[in-house]
């Protein structure tokens, strides 16, 4: 084996410490992007499972039900087909929901609360409750990664309280003054049945039985890369409320001039 000298030997020993560092973290950051990317294809998987599949298994039902009863020669079969037709319109307008969500991103506006806002409108066109939105930003933005994280969760919580909370009212706040920032999204529908605490791991809903119940876990979990706490509870006298803080109560993140 080539012996190199002593000081090429000491430069080469200071300069793998000194790379060490950053290609640990490097390869740190590898790791955790991976893990948050099968977290992602996972909901993904659980949404299309949990909503458009359903959906499809339920056409398939009636339509045998209705192949059985033209069998049959049973008068009802024109007001079955209206019906299926009915269905069919809803599962082709959630499947469009779902692909406006997965494409929109913060980049398409000119702020988190004007992306945010958008959201709410396209979802309240097809829902029964009435939107209220409420932005207040000043003139520095968060971080790219920190405002696509909370748009991500006020999707999350938009289409939630859309898909399950039976509302009148949805009202949606947006507060942005860098490093802090804070994102509300309430409702007066139904509500998560039970009281629930604030902060992660304490601020999920403990009853897998819901059907938006991975949504809130999904929500977690992004609040928890960014460093902020999140919180959702039961709103009086009804409905749910899910808020997300940035700043002295939970993570601090730097703004973008």
């Known amino acids: 084996m080539r012996a190199y000298p002593p000081d090429v030997v000491r430069r080469l020993a200071a300069l793998v410490a000194e790379a060490a560092p950053g290609l640990a973290a490097a390869e740190l950051l590898a790791v955790v992007r991976e893990e948050a990317a099968t977290a992602e294809r996972r909901r993904v998987a659980r949404e299309i499972h949990d909503g458009v599949a359903q959906d499809l298994a339920s ?23 209206h ?52 932005l207040q930003e000043s003139g ?3 971080p790219p990664d920190a405002e696509a994280q909370l748009f991500r969760i006020a999707q999350e919580a938009i289409r939630n309280a859309s898909a399950h909370a039976n509302a009148a009212n949805l009202w949606v706040t947006c507060r942005v003054d860098p490093p ?32 938006d119940s991975y949504g809130f876990v999904t929500m977690a979990e992004r609040a ?14 009804t409905g749910t409320c899910v808020e997300v803080q940035v700043g002295s109560s939970g993570g601090r993140v730097g703004d973008r001039r």
């Open 140 to 142: 520095t933005r968060l």
């Open 59 to 81: 056409l398939g039902y009636a339509l045998d039900g209705i192949i059985a009863e033209a069998d049959a020669g049973a008068a009802s079969v024109p007001a079955a087909l």
């Open 180 to 211: 802090t920032a804070l994102l509300r999204v309430e409702d007066d529908g139904d509500g998560i049945g039970h009281r629930i605490g604030h902060g992660i791991g304490h601020g999920i809903p403990a009853n897998p039985g819901r059907s």
């Open 83 to 134: 019906a299926l037709r009915e269905d069919v319109s809803g599962v082709v307008r959630s499947v469009r929901e779902a692909i406006h969500t997965f494409r929109s991103s913060v980049g398409e506006h000119d702020s988190l609360g004007a992306a945010i806002s958008a959201f709410a409108h396209r979802v309240a066109e097809q829902a029964p409750f009435a939107l209220h939105v409420s």
């Open 224 to 237: 928890q890369r960014l460093g902020a706490s999140l919180g959702v509870r039961e709103r009086q006298p």
